[in-house]
C-alpha cells in the first residue's frame, strides 16, 4: 500500500452539500460543540471506544473526554476572543432580525462580513428596535448599535433609511452588507442604495478576489464584478462564524436620527387565513405525508396552530391534499422559517425544497431516516397520537394565555 492520501471526490461532495441524506455521517466526529442558540450539544453516541475485541468501552474515570483536569462545560468551548481595539475601517450588517433574532441568513451574513473585514477591520451590526438576541458575540459582531425607538419599529423603511444615513455619516463603513432576502432586508437595501445614489451588488452568493458574484438573468446567470460598497448578499453567500468569539461592545450614534415625512402608515399586521397564503411565502407550514393515518386530526392541528398546510408528493399523488400543497422538487421550494414535517421520509426530492426553512421539527415512526437527520428537532412516536397531544398543548396555553388576560 503507498501512503499516498487519495481524496474521494464524492464524500468531500457529499459532506459540502446540506441537503444530502449521507451529509451528517460524513462530517468529522464531534464529541460536543455550541449550538446556534449558545447551548453546548453533546454526541453521546460518540463517546468511548472500540476496543481490542470490538466491544464499546467508555472510560468513567472522564480521562478519555480530557476530564483528568475538570473542566466545566463552558471553559471547555470557550471560543477564543477576536478583539479589534481601534478599528481602521468597519463593515456595516444590517441583520433582518426576523421574530428579534439573528436568521441563519443573516448569520451567513455575518460570516461574509468579516472575510472582509480581516483583522483590521470591525464588523458593526445595526438593528432596529427591540432584540431578543443574546448570541450577537458568537455570531461574529464586533459593534453593535441599536437604533431603538417607536418610529423604527414596525414596516418604516424612510425611518430606517434616515438611520442608516446617519449611520453612514458617523461611521463610514467600507462596505455595507444587507440579506437580499424577502423578510425587509432586500427592500430595504435598494431604497438605502437608491438614497445614497449608488448601485448595489444584487444575490451576491460569493466574495472573493476582489470580485463580488451575484445572481442574474431569472437565477440562470451569474454576474460578476468588483466588489460594490453596498452588498445584497443571498443565503449561504459565506460560513457563519464559528471558530471566535466577539466583543459586541454597543456603540451609538453621536447625533439623533432626522425624522422622515411619513408618507407611509403602518396598520399593523392583518389576520389571514393561513390556507390561503401561497406556499411560497408561508413562514410557518405543517406538512403531511405518507405516515398520517388520519386527515381530518392533521387539519385540525394546522388550523389549531395557525399554520400553513403542505405535504409530499405521496400525500398529493394519493389525493389527500391538492397537487399546488406539495412541497419539493418538482413542488414549490418554501422558505418557512418553521417546517413541520409529519409522518415525511424526507427523500431527497423532498429536501431540496425545504433547504431554504430555518427551523425544521420532523414528526416520525423511525428515528433512522433523513428526515430526522435533517431536523433540528424530533419528535418520534406514532403522528396520531402526538398530533393529539399537540392539539391539547395549544388549547392549554391558549386557555392559559386567556385567563391571565382577564
Ligand atoms: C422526479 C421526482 C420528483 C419528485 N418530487 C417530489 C417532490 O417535489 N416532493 C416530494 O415530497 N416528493 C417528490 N418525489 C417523491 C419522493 O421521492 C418520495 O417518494 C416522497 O417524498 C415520499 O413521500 P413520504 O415521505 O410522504 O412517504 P414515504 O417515503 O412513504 O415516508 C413515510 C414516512 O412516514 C413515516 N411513518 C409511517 N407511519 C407513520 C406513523 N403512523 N406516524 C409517524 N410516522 C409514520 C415513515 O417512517 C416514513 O418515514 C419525487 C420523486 C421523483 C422521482
Not at 408528493?313 to 413542488?331: E, I, K, N, P
Request: glycine share 10%.
Amino acid at each position: 500500500m503507498s501512503d499516498i492520501i487519495r481524496r474521494d471526490p464524492r464524500a468531500e461532495w457529499i459532506a459540502r452539500n446540506r441537503l444530502h441524506p449521507l451529509h451528517a455521517a460524513m462530517q468529522p466526529a464531534q464529541h460536543s460543540w455550541m449550538g446556534p442558540n449558545g447551548i453546548i450539544r453533546k454526541n453521546l453516541h460518540g463517546i468511548g471506544f472500540i476496543g481490542p475485541n470490538g466491544i464499546k468501552r467508555i472510560d468513567r474515570s472522564g480521562a478519555q473526554q480530557g476530564g483528568a483536569v475538570k473542566r466545566s462545560a463552558a471553559v471547555e468551548v470557550q471560543l477564543p476572543l477576536h478583539q479589534v481595539p481601534a478599528p481602521a475601517f468597519y463593515i456595516s450588517v444590517v441583520p433582518d432580525m426576523v421574530g428579534g433574532r439573528l436568521s441563519s441568513h443573516d448569520r451567513d451574513l455575518l460570516g461574509l462580513a468579516h472575510q472582509l473585514a480581516g483583522s483590521d477591520g470591525a464588523v458593526l451590526a445595526v438593528v432596529f428596535g427591540e432584540h431578543k438576541e443574546n448570541a450577537f458575540a458568537t455570531a461574529g459582531v464586533d459593534r453593535l448599535l441599536v437604533l431603538e425607538g417607536e418610529e423604527f419599529s414596525g414596516y418604516a423603511p424612510e425611518q430606517r433609511i434616515q438611520g442608516l444615513r446617519a449611520v453612514d455619516n458617523q461611521f463610514n463603513p467600507r462596505h455595507w452588507l444587507l440579506p437580499d432576502s424577502r423578510s425587509g432586508g432586500g427592500e430595504l437595501g435598494r431604497r438605502f442604495a437608491a438614497a445614497l445614489g449608488e448601485r448595489p451588488a444584487t444575490r451576491v452568493w460569493q466574495v472573493k478576489d476582489q470580485e463580488c458574484i451575484g445572481r442574474a438573468g431569472a437565477g440562470l446567470q451569474d454576474l460578476a464584478r468588483p466588489v460594490a460598497r453596498l452588498i445584497l448578499a443571498s443565503a449561504e453567500c459565506a460560513e457563519p462564524v464559528s471558530e471566535t468569539r466577539h466583543e459586541a461592545l454597543p456603540v451609538e450614534l453621536s447625533t439623533p436620527v432626522a425624522r422622515s415625512l411619513s408618507r407611509i402608515e403602518d396598520l399593523g399586521a392583518v389576520a389571514v387565513d393561513p390556507a390561503a397564503i401561497p406556499m411560497a411565502e408561508a413562514e410557518f407550514i405543517f406538512s403531511g405525508g405518507n405516515g398520517v393515518k388520519d386527515w381530518e386530526l392533521f387539519h385540525r392541528t394546522a388550523a389549531a396552530l395557525g399554520a400553513t398546510e403542505g405535504a409530499s408528493r405521496v400525500a398529493v399523488d394519493d389525493g389527500f391534499m391538492a397537487r399546488d400543497r406539495q412541497v419539493g422538487a418538482s413542488g414549490t421550494w418554501v422558505t418557512a422559517r418553521v417546517y413541520v414535517a409529519v409522518g415525511i421520509s424526507g427523500a431527497i426530492q423532498h429536501l431540496q425544497g425545504i433547504g431554504a426553512c430555518d427551523k425544521v421539527v420532523a414528526i416520525n415512526l423511525d428515528p433512522g431516516c433523513d428526515m430526522i437527520k435533517r431536523a433540528d428537532l424530533s419528535v418520534i412516536g406514532e403522528s396520531a397520537e402526538i398530533l393529539q397531544a399537540l392539539i391539547a398543548a395549544v388549547e392549554a396555553y391558549r386557555n392559559e394565555a386567556k385567563r391571565d388576560a382577564a
